[in-house]
């Protein structure tokens, strides 16, 4: 299994820069599906949306493996309004049930196998209400970007800075290596990132292997439909 933790050392520096998506679509919907109830973020990262979520009254726990990530939640104002866990989501336990479990911004695909994400799926569900749901974030796979398996595109360019990204695909294993160059004036730095994509379908089966079912799918977090045009999807799975 990949080391749960290098992701954080990796990223936790820059990720917030990086990752600068407007939380708030999210932070949104996730408040509406919880109606005031407790939220338990696997992948908690720096916070991005977990503080959000506190800052309108929801009691939110947050667990990620990455002491790095962990820290930076820590030092921003409002963390002590969450209760954040070291340890790997797939298999830490807490001893209670949430009315939402979230796993946003594709980290289930940051999950190496079919098998742990499985795992991953169980974990949630075993975390829920009766009348809970398990909330997830993911792209919808697109092979064809693909060029004799492989792809390398610019991210971002102008000032001073271009951001490019190199990627590897494996359509057995359904996993893409990807390395991210940050080139600029301060010199060069480099951002690995591996990923174990799912198509939609294959989520919903994993979903009923742990004992859930597929609510609803959206095409964003802006409750925009989904359809055969979307580029991501929104899935909210409830107890069978």
Partial sequence: MDDPTQYGRDWAEDYDELH?????????????????????????????????????GLEVVGIDASPEMLARLRAKPGSEGIEGIEGDFVEVAVDRRFTIVLLAANTLFGLPTQEVQVVCFTNAARHLTPDGAFVLDGFVPDPGRFDRGQRTQSMRAG????????????????????TILRLGREGARTYPVSVRYAWPTELDLMARLAGLRLAERWGGWRREPFTASSGMHVSIYRPA
């Fill in 20 to 56: 600068g998506a407007d939380p708030n679509p999210t932070v949104d919907a996730v408040s509406d599906l919880a109606g005031g109830g407790p939220v338990l973020e696997f992948g908690v990262g720096t916070g991005r949306i977990a503080l959000p979520l506190a800052d309108r």
């Fill in 159 to 178: 000032g001073n800075e271009v951001l490019l990204e190199s990627s590897l695909h494996d359509p057995v294993t359904q996993r893409v290596d990807s």
